[in-house]
């Protein structure tokens, strides 16, 4: 092989380009040559001008890079008679490589006269070939087989769109129940059957970890069929979504109806068995056992969430998750533990001793530790320990109360006729606070829980220098009651005994109900007349009023300030006109004010037809009464009741309208202090007749009716026991 052969069969391969046609363009075979797999394959192109003198056969080894070997026949000098051709190796697809002639050179210019070719003239070279053939009729069919799948595929979808116009869409399910491809009567039918029964079963709900029930109906809830077909009816035009229907199906749910107010309660009423306080950690005792409680996080039912979930899903049966809002804890469970080993398990550990004097002690039994230590969050996760030191004192103290000495106020009486000072007495007393201001410390230790008793002096409320500061020397004022019967006469001197050395402080309000405290049978008070409705009638505690007036009396000379007080109903003839008072315990009071520099003491004394009341102290004041002309008259009526032990007659009385002026002036200079006046109206007495119900004839019988059965004949039925009025008194 010469240079130009070495030449010619190494040179980088031409690329194909059919965009660029040679100058002299030659015509290719008339039969497309296939595409080869990459359009942009390299072209070796030969130069085969010599081939017919070689008696050898010919290798042209590939281009770099080429994926097939390609292969050129041997070329024989009797093979071509013309002109030599050049061969361009056209791979097909799936077909080794073919040489195709390439075409023939172009015609060269004649040799200058001589008939030698000269130098400058450069020897011919063959035309540039496009190697890759024409492709339209390929992919034509290509095309064709495409578009013919779109035919098919489009005539496919037109039919289905044409067998389901009318029905459901395929796939369609409500509630469960499958009702794809049907009719919407048949779908509404079959609904009905299956869904249409739910509403009045029994929905399983579930709240966090709580299970319960409701039933839609009670709840207000139901199906809005046409609303529920509505949703469902549109026919999908997607074709992937109508393929995809064959595979899969689509739940709409129902859409329901609901009633606000009834889906309102039926949602609190689940809260009941939903709903659950948090239970944060904590350390309990069991008798002497200190027993740990794990936290334990609440919730709450959310109830806006609650009613859309169960609109939703109730249909499908339950169990419907309700949403919750968490209640979390503080106290984790390493707070708990802790708390047990460091606080609990110590302080249980041995019983709590306090030693008093000769030789006295108090004891705390570890079995009751749970009564003085408890334990609360301490906001970071642990426990506070939290001491209960009254309980521990109301445990302790009456075991070491004989070794105390109690104080005593002074105290003002009235031996031999006069005022007399008994002097207070300075108190002895443990000082538990004190103590027992070491016990965290001490029930933080295992093993002896000991403290001594603190004792201290106590001094009385009423020392002896400030009840000799009262100035209780001599009587101010004094008023005298009587004319009560046996019954009220027990009464009236219980009540008297009651607030018999009462002493009032300056400045000090008096109150007569809560000097004596309840008034019924347990503390000794009888039976007696009161006035109940404007008549005379009997209660228990009867006759205290008399109490009242008396004691009302003796403040009002005595210049005490009235704070509130309330007359009988009627005028009763033994008590001065609008100046008496009555009570009735929890309803109606007696109370004054001392409203001077100096104490005031009580003295009541109850004889057996009258009671006297005493003012003691310092009198500075002088009280009159200016008792007004009686107005106004009112005549009673009659009031007949049946006779029995509840009925008192009575002959009655006018009623009036009374008034009365109280003028106080100062003792030392005469000077006027104040004058008020009060009218009081009083209510006519009723002429109260008991008399026996006459008997009410029978009816005669008809003629003309058949006879009636006998009946007794009709009575007045008793008058129930009467209960007294507030308005009235005692």
């Known amino acids: 092989m010469n240079d130009e052969d070495r030449e010619a069969g190494s040179a980088a391969p031409q690329r194909s380009t059919p965009d660029a046609a040679p100058e002299n363009p030659v015509s290719p075979d008339p039969q497309p040559t296939p595409p080869s797999a990459d359009d942009d394959a390299p072209t070796t192109r030969l130069d085969l001008g010599d081939l017919a003198s070689r008696p050898e056969p010919l290798w042209v080894e590939p281009a770099p890079n080429e994926d097939e070997t390609q292969v050129i026949p041997v070329i024989t000098p009797d093979a071509a ?62 095309a064709a087989v495409i578009g013919g799948v779109f035919a098919i595929i489009g005539i496919a979808y037109a039919a289905d769109l044409a067998m389901s116009s009318g029905k459901l869409p395929r796939g369609v399910t409500v509630a469960g129940v499958d009702v794809g491809g049907s009719s919407r009567a048949d779908a509404e039918a079959v609904l009905q059957a299956q869904v249409g029964p739910r509403v009045n079963q029994p929905v399983s709900v579930k709240a966090g970890d709580v299970f319960a029930e409701l039933v839609p109906a009670q709840a207000g ?16 035009l997607n074709p992937f979504t109508r393929v995809a229907s064959f595979f899969t199906s689509d739940e709409i749910g129902v859409v329901s109806t609901r009633d606000e107010s009834a889906l309102a309660a039926a949602v609190d009423n689940l809260r009941s068995r939903t709903d659950r306080a948090s239970r944060e950690g904590t350390v309990v005792f069991e008798g002497p056992t200190p027993v740990p409680v794990d936290p334990s996080a609440g919730q709450n039912l959310n109830g806006e969430g609650a009613e859309a979930a169960i609109v939703e899903k109730w249909a499908f049966g339950g169990p419907v998750e309700l949403p919750v809002d968490a209640v979390p804890v503080t106290v984790t469970k390493e707070g708990v533990q802790r708390a047990l080993d460091e606080i609990a398990v110590p302080a249980a550990s041995a019983d709590l001793v306090v030693p008093g004097r000769n030789g006295s002690v108090a004891t705390l039994p570890r079995q009751q530790i749970g009564a003085v230590l408890g334990f609360r969050p301490d906001g970071n996760g642990g426990l506070t320990p939290e001491y209960n030191v009254d309980a521990a004192i109301g445990i302790l103290a009456p075991q070491l109360v004989s070794t105390e000495i109690a104080p005593k106020d002074a105290t003002i009486t009235l031996d031999g006729g006069s005022p007399r000072v008994v002097p207070a007495v300075v108190g002895d007393l443990i000082q538990w606070p004190k103590t027992l201001e070491t016990l965290p410390q001490l029930l933080a230790t295992p093993g002896s829980h000991t403290t001594p008793a603190v004792y201290g002096p106590v001094p009385p409320a009423l020392t002896t220098e400030a009840a000799q500061a009262l100035g209780v020397n001599e009587v101010i004022s004094e008023f005298t009651t009587g004319g009560f019967s046996a019954a009220s006469g027990t009464n009236i001197r219980l009540a008297a005994s009651e607030i018999n050395g009462a002493l009032i402080k300056p400045g000090d309000t008096f109150s007569l109900n809560g000097h004596t405290g309840p008034r019924g049978a347990a503390q000794g008070y009888v039976e007696s007349g009161i006035i109940n409705n404007g008549r005379p009638d009997t209660a228990v505690g009867g006759g205290v009023s008399q109490v009242a007036t008396t004691l009302y009396n003796a403040a009002y000379f005595a210049g005490m300030e009235d704070v509130a007080h309330t007359e009988h109903s009627y005028y009763i003839s033994r008590y001065p006109e ?27 004394i109850g004889g057996s037809s009258e009671l006297t009341i005493r003012f003691w102290g310092t009198k500075t004041v002088d009280v009159d009464s200016i008792t007004g002309n009686r107005t106004r008259p009112t005549t009673p009526d009659t009031v007949t009741l049946p006779a029995g032990d509840h009925c008192i007659p009575s002959s009655g009385a006018p009623g009036f309208t009374a008034s009365d002026t109280r003028v106080i002036t100062d003792r030392a200079t005469g000077r006027e202090i104040s004058r008020n006046t009060r009218t009081v109206r009083y209510d006519p007495v009723p002429i109260v007749k008991c008399e026996a119900p006459e008997p009410v004839p029978a009816p005669k019988p008809d003629d003309r009716t058949p006879a009636a059965a006998p009946t007794s004949p009709s009575t007045t039925a008793p008058s129930p026991t009467p209960r007294p009025d507030p308005d009235d008194g005692e």
């Open 81 to 142: 008679s013309g002109p030599t051709q050049a061969y361009t190796a056209v791979p097909a697809d799936d077909e080794p490589p073919v040489l195709a002639p390439a075409p023939p050179p172009p015609p060269q210019a004649a040799p200058p006269a001589g008939g030698e070719p000269t130098g400058d003239v450069p020897p011919p070279s063959a035309p540039p070939v496009d190697a890759g053939g024409p492709k339209g009729p390929r992919w034509g069919k290509i």
């Open 221 to 236: 809830l139901d199906v809005d069929w046409q609303a529920t077909l509505d949703r469902a009816d549109a026919q999908p």
């Open 578 to 604: 609008a100046r008496e008072a009555t009570v009735f315990e929890g309803a109606i009071d007696l109370q004054f004010r001392n409203t001077a520099k100096t104490g005031v003491m009580i003295q009541a």
